[in-house]
């Protein structure tokens, strides 16, 4: 078992910019590729960043390519998602999770979950 917890969020301005990160505990994480996915109130939750379990190859939402950058320091922790330039549209729910398929979109493609962090882009 695996379990995440994401932190970083917050409320900011349009323009701005916050840093997730995403911790892991429990058993073996370095081999696991990470996502970032948000929900919006009302909405479904939708793909944002995955990352390669190296680190080497990471994958992009349309919506916030050149705007954030997921990273991780190396195959075990944490796991960051910055986000630069932020916009109303970016509020959302941000959760973390992981899973064995890299650079997948599917939420059903990841195995666990964080509890998720709220971000509150306001304009």
């Known amino acids: 078992q695996v379990q995440l917890e994401e932190s970083g969020g917050g409320l900011v301005q349009a323009g701005g910019s916050l840093r997730l990160s995403c911790e892991a505990s429990g058993r073996t994480f370095s081999r696991y590729a990470m996502g970032w996915f948000r929900q919006a109130p009302g909405k479904e939750r939708v793909f944002v960043a995955a990352?390669?379990?190296?680190?080497?190859?990471?994958y992009y939402a349309d919506s916030v390519k050149g705007r954030f950058t997921i990273s991780r320091v190396s195959a075990k922790n944490p796991v960051f998602l910055q986000m630069n330039s932020l916009k109303p549209e970016d509020t959302a729910v941000y959760y973390c999770?992981?899973?064995?398929?890299?650079?997948?979109?599917?939420?059903?493609?990841?195995?666990?979950w964080g509890q998720g962090t709220q971000v509150t882009v306001s304009s």
């Open positions: 990352i390669s379990w190296t680190g080497g190859s990471t």
């Open positions: 999770a992981a899973g064995v398929h890299e650079g997948s979109r599917s939420e059903y493609e990841y195995d666990f």
